[in-house]
């Protein structure tokens, strides 16, 4: 693999975790894996590794650039990342304020139902998490 897929790699499991990018390289096929290797060179090595914005920034642009053309079905993996990034539910909420006026009242609308859901779920976890021994 090259460097850019290494680095793209390092870059994925920071943002996203071990646990979600297993997943995906498990279920990853003879089918999808160019692909794979594609997305994760250039997403990841490249737009995600570079530090000439932050992670935080990135994620809120990631966010509202996904609730803008309506690809709904990554918001839920992005707002779980922005427990790594650094983005508060108050930045996302600022994003999605902007994809209203910029995109439509519907996107955003329909991301922030995402992303409530989604922090639910992850706040469920953590009760879970630490109520165990």
């Given at each position: 693999m090259s460097e850019t897929y290494g680095r793209g790699m390092t870059v994925r499991r920071e943002v996203l975790g071990d646990a979600h990018v297993d997943?995906?390289?498990a279920a990853k096929s003879e089918l999808?894996?160019?692909f794979q290797e594609l997305i994760t060179a250039s997403a990841w090595g490249t737009v995600w590794a570079s530090d000439a914005i932050s992670r935080r920034e990135r994620s809120m642009l990631t966010l509202a650039l996904l609730a803008a053309t309506g690809n709904f079905e990554e918001i839920p993996m992005h707002i779980r990342?922005?427990?790594r990034t650094g983005a508060s539910p108050r930045d996302v909420a600022e994003a999605f304020q902007h994809v209203a006026i910029y995109a439509g009242v519907p996107r955003a609308n329909h991301a922030l139902?995402?992303?409530k859901q989604t922090y639910a779920e992850m706040d469920a976890q953590d009760t879970d998490t630490k109520?165990?021994?």
């Open positions: 997943r995906a390289e999808d894996q160019p990342a922005t427990a139902k995402l992303a109520g165990k021994p």
